[in-house]
């Protein structure tokens, strides 16, 4: 089993900023990728950004130049640093691991979801 830990959400002004961060444990053989996906309420989960093991990134185009995704490859851990945060950036943010739990296997692990309120 693989467990996530997230940790950071909360309620900030519009304008600032956020540091989301997502620790793994169990059994991990190799993990392949980390990232953040977001849901807001009435519409579908969606991608924010993704960091591979070769340290390729992703964004989503409604979060580049404002957003910072990083990992901790010693640790397990990945960020993501939300600045210049909006209304429409609410949502329940959900922490993502593709891992290898043994050689040949791999699977999706998700965190429980930390909500994010951008609000005046």
């Known amino acids: 089993q693989v467990q996530l830990v997230e940790s950071g959400g909360g309620l900030v002004q519009p304008g600032g900023s956020l540091r989301l961060s997502c620790a793994a444990s169990?059994?991990?053989?190799?993990?392949?990728?980390m990232g953040w996906y977001r849901q807001a309420p009435g519409k579908q989960r969606e991608l924010v950004a993704t960091?591979?093991?070769?340290?390729?990134?992703d964004y989503a185009e409604s979060v580049k130049g404002r957003f910072a995704i990083s990992r901790s490859n010693a640790e397990n851990t990945v960020y993501l640093r939300m600045n210049s945060l909006q209304p429409e950036d609410t949502a329940v943010y959900y922490c993502?691991?593709?891992?290898?739990?043994?050689?040949?296997?791999?699977?999706?692990?998700w965190g429980q979801g930390t909500q994010v309120d951008v609000s005046s």
């Open positions: 169990g059994s991990i053989f190799r993990i392949i990728a």
């Open positions: 960091i591979n093991g070769g340290g390729g990134i």
């Open positions: 993502n691991v593709r891992a290898y739990y043994d050689v040949r296997r791999w699977d999706d692990y």
